[in-house]
């Protein structure tokens, strides 16, 4: 009887500590991905700065010139929830409709979207508002939101971008252009309701679901299965901030979208792999344009390949149809 008691302690002694293991996993798992990761980098502003300097060159002379005539300028809003948000903004150098709402990647800020401004207003000569996601940057915020909750930041954004930018208050002709997490992002907000001065979409390297992301992270990063620790971190997440992974997707938002839409992607994405790319342009119905580009890894097509990469994004957003001249640019198809 003894025995039998010594070892029902036993059994409940592991089984708590089991439990105790798993739940400093899954808060951890949830503060790694949606908290640590993008406290440092994201916030770091100087240091974006430096980054983008150090990889596009060609960006210092023309922020410089930006900052010094006081045309790249701060803006802020309040959420509905009282959370502080900000973003950049720039007008274009001659009075224009056209107006581009720049959404950044995990970890980054507005800041490290200055070459998809400087693409757009440099290049194309359009206004541009690039706002900083919660948790980045200037915005204030909790946690990263992996483009769900932050799709609806992003809509007001796209309004206050409208009443900035529109001539004579006649409204703005506007095209949503993401990167990474940016880009799904910019598909969760193209599965909406669409303000009428949006023209389309541009999508670079985004993810099909949050759910799909973690379970490849969880596995490269840590060699683990999703079950149970992913199930327990999206249902802690659902607890505490009101959403959960399964439910951010950007592959079921899409097939919502009935504007157009240019898909960018990597052949050689291993973070956002692809295949990921090309599930999102395979649901989308309605008129489309896919560039899979050669050797490129995760949000590194503009880098690779600039000048392509401007008028593949020139020529769609000012036709929004498939450009005449894809065949011209590199393929990897």
């Not at 410089?64 to 009282?82: H, N, V």
């Not at 023209?199 to 799909?212: A, I, K, N, P, Q």
């Not at 898909?263 to 999102?280: A, K, N, Q, R, W």
């Not at 580009?293 to 995760?298: E, I, S, T």
Request: contains cysteine; aromatic residues 14%.
């Amino acid at each position: 009887m003894k025995d039998r008691k010594k070892a029902r302690r036993i059994s409940w002694l592991i089984l708590g500590i089991l439990c105790l293991i798993l739940a400093g996993a899954t808060f951890y798992l949830q503060w790694f991905a949606l908290q640590a990761c993008g406290n440092e980098r994201g916030k770091n502003i100087e240091a974006s700065y430096d980054f983008m300097y150090e990889h596009y060159p060609f960006l210092r002379h023309w922020v410089d010139s930006l900052k010094q005539t006081e045309a790249l300028r701060d803006t802020f809003i309040y959420a509905e929830d009282g959370t502080r948000l900000h973003a950049l903004y720039l007008y274009a150098d001659t009075t224009t409709a056209h107006t581009a709402v720049a959404v950044h990647g995990y970890t980054d800020n507005a800041v490290r979207m200055l070459h998809i401004a400087y693409l757009y207003n440099h290049d194309l000569h359009y206004n541009v508002l690039i706002p900083d996601l919660r948790y980045a940057g200037l915005s204030g915020g909790t946690h990263i939101q992996m483009g769900w909750k932050d799709r609806c930041d992003v809509l007001r954004w796209m309004h206050v971008a409208d009443s900035l930018f529109a001539p004579d208050k006649n409204g703005t002709d506007m095209v949503v252009h993401g990167i990474s997490m940016g880009a799904a992002t910019t598909v969760n907000v193209s599965g909406e309701r669409q303000p009428p001065f949006v023209r389309c979409f541009v999508e670079d390297c985004g993810y099909t679901s949050v759910w799909d992301e973690y379970e490849r992270e969880l596995y490269n990063r840590f060699g683990l299965p999703p079950f149970p620790l992913l199930y327990l971190t999206s249902w802690v997440t659902e607890l505490r901030y009101g959403w959960n992974f399964k439910e951010a997707s950007p592959r079921r938002q899409i097939e919502k979208c009935n504007l157009p839409m240019l898909f960018i992607h990597g052949t050689e994405d291993t973070f956002v792999p692809t295949y990921m790319g090309d599930s999102l342009f395979a649901a989308k119905k309605g008129i489309k344009a896919y560039w899979r580009v050669p050797g490129a890894r995760h949000a590194d097509a503009y880098l690779k390949y600039p000048k392509e990469y401007t008028e593949l994004v020139k020529n769609f957003v000012g036709k929004y149809n498939i450009p005449k001249d894809m065949n011209n640019l590199p393929t990897g198809k």
